[in-house]
């Protein structure tokens, strides 16, 4: 499974709805553009040194997906279908959506735009 990050800040607030999702899986992996919009995160964060700290501990417990060249034919191509259906969605989620196709690992996210990207499965939850 692949984790978008508003599903790894769940994951590091313990969110039992996410941890039942995410219970089964084999293996988490987080696209190398969910961690920089992690880091990102960290930086301006009041938490900073605590998800620092986890990060620098846990980092290793996660497969983290570069983007690759073969990555790019993934991406134009989700790109262009979205434009062709006139429902875009934001550039890194795109990154997100062809790391996951590449990889036909499903996406764990709230964000309800990825159901729009053929080929691609997004597991959702609840709020605990």
Known sequence: MILDTNALSALLDKDSALLEVIRESRELALPV???GEFRFGI???KRRDQ???WLARD?????????IEQTSVYYA????????????????DAWIAALARQHRMPIVSRDMH???VKNVERLGWASA
């Open 33 to 35: 553009i969910v961690l």
């Open 43 to 45: 930086a301006i964060s």
């Open 51 to 53: 998800y620092e700290a």
């Open 59 to 67: 980092l290793s417990l996660f497969r983290v997906l570069p983007v």
């Open 77 to 92: 191509a989700i790109r262009s279908e979205l434009k062709a259906s006139g429902s875009p969605i934001p550039a890194n």
């Open 114 to 116: 990825f159901d729009r």
